[in-house]
């Protein structure tokens, strides 16, 4: 299995930016699959979810200024980062094979997101 994550950078407060994550090696349309980030000296945590029938779920920081959505035809799905805070700041991961808060077993490279004040 392999996901391969993309889209981040650096953007200003406010800003908005679109992660990517194609997966590959998996049953797609049957896989929850989800998004966690990681701050710099900190846990990495659940960002959003969206499991195989559709339901998504995003943690509370998130509500209201993210959308987590997938596409089936592309095994691929997108988390729409807006009005991006600094304390958004981290590497953001691509997580297959849950269908709820609790991480799969895999998990992609990730990509880093730092947004400046």
């Known amino acids: 299995v392999q996901l391969q994550a993309s889209g981040g950078g650096l953007v200003q407060a406010g800003g908005s930016l679109r992660l990517s994550c194609v997966a590959s090696g998996l049953d797609f349309t049957s896989t929850g699959m989800a998004w966690y980030r990681q701050a710099p000296g900190k846990q990495r945590e659940l960002v959003g979810y969206?499991?195989?029938?559709?339901?998504?779920r995003l943690a509370g920081s998130a509500k209201g200024r993210f959308s987590i959505s997938r596409d089936n035809h592309n095994d691929r799905i997108d988390l729409q980062l807006n009005s991006l805070k600094p304390e958004d700041t981290a590497v953001y991961y691509c997580?297959?094979?849950?269908?709820?808060?609790?991480?799969?077993?895999?998990w992609g490279q990730g990509t880093e997101v730092t947004v400046s004040s």
């Open positions: 969206i499991n195989s029938v559709g339901t998504r």
């Open positions: 997580n297959a094979g849950s269908d709820n808060a609790t991480p799969g077993r895999y």
